[in-house]
């Protein structure tokens, strides 16, 4: 009979702080990507590519929460490919804001902070080690 993995306190917090901010991102560029004009309009002058970044991201904070939650090893290795991913987009968008592309100040806010929280729980996990 197989054991239960037991899965400290701590990671399954993360995870579910990973798998509602997923939800949340998932919501937000869903409502830019899918909903009405007033929808766009209200977030002012979104860059496309960022919101649809994080659309399709966050599909992959999901999967990366519930790995998390679930103490499974692979979590880290996505969290960092998250971390990655969202970092590159931050350079795109850099270039972007070089080039005078409009934008918004709030994407600047969330991209550091989507990349500072994906690049912390991947710290996280490297430096407790992938076991649960």
């Given amino acids: 009979?197989?054991?239960?993995?037991?899965?400290?306190?701590?990671?399954r917090i993360l995870g579910t702080i990973a798998f509602l901010f997923a939800a949340l991102t998932l919501f937000k560029s869903g409502q830019?990507?899918?909903?009405?004009?007033?929808?766009?309009?209200a977030?002012?002058?979104f860059v496309p590519f960022v919101?649809?970044?994080?659309?399709?991201?966050?599909?992959?904070?999901?999967?990366?929460?519930i790995g998390i939650?679930?103490?499974?090893g692979w979590s880290m290795g996505l969290s960092a490919l998250i971390a990655l991913a969202t970092l590159v987009t931050t350079a795109f968008f850099a270039r972007h804001l070089l080039a005078g592309g409009a934008f918004e100040m709030q994407t600047v806010g969330a991209l550091g902070i989507r990349?500072?929280?994906?690049?912390?729980?991947?710290?996280?996990l490297w430096r407790t080690g992938r076991h649960p």
Avoid: E
């Fill in 69 to 72: 939650f679930l103490g499974r």
């Fill in 32 to 41: 830019v990507i899918f909903g009405p004009q007033s929808a766009r309009d």
């Fill in 115 to 124: 990349s500072g929280f994906w690049i912390f729980v991947t710290l996280i």
């Fill in 43 to 45: 977030v002012g002058d």
């Fill in 1 to 11: 009979m197989a054991h239960p993995i037991t899965v400290p306190v701590w990671k």
């Fill in 51 to 65: 919101v649809q970044f994080n659309f399709v991201a966050g599909f992959f904070y999901l999967l990366a929460g």
